[in-house]
């Protein structure tokens, strides 16, 4: 038994299509998040990383950290205690830099390879048509 690729990617397809106007029949904003998904669902993911990158670097992040630092997250008294949360808190910050590394790899890994199979599936129709590759595949 195999199992069918069910997914609904962004663009106007049949299904896109009549999930969008299900949507708008049945309430307004459901069509309109669903168009606003067909037209820009491919840039979602990139939007929701920039607004992340954006909000590490902003100068509201600071002082909403100097608020946590003076709301039960400073120096304890017990200095011991204070260098290894500290230290594990460094530490955890360089793991999380090592994972956000990895992640920018994975995607740029799974962009490459849609790359590829939408040029397979171009090259494929294209020599369906009778015409060849258009441009040889490196």
């Not at 997914?7 to 949507?23: D, N, S, Y």
């Not at 204070?82 to 808190?89: H, I, T, V």
């Not at 199979?117 to 090259?123: A, G, M, N, S, V």
Request: charged fraction near 30%.
């Amino acid at each position: 038994m195999t199992t069918a690729n069910c997914t609904i990617r962004p663009g106007w397809t049949p299904v896109t299509t009549g999930l969008m106007v299900l949507g708008f029949v049945a309430f307004w904003p459901l069509g309109l998040a669903m168009l606003a998904y067909i037209l820009w669902g491919d840039r979602f993911q990139t939007l929701a990383r920039d607004a992340r990158d954006q909000w590490r670097t902003s100068p509201m992040k600071g002082c909403m950290d100097s608020m946590n630092r003076t709301t039960g997250f400073g120096r304890t008294g017990n200095v011991a205690f204070d260098d290894y949360r500290e230290r594990e808190l460094k530490r955890l910050e360089e793991e999380k830099a090592k994972l956000d590394q990895m992640r920018d790899e994975f995607d740029a890994f799974l962009r490459e390879l849609r790359r590829a199979k939408d040029q397979d599936e171009f090259d494929r129709f294209m020599a369906n048509r009778g015409h060849g590759p258009a441009t040889p595949t490196a």
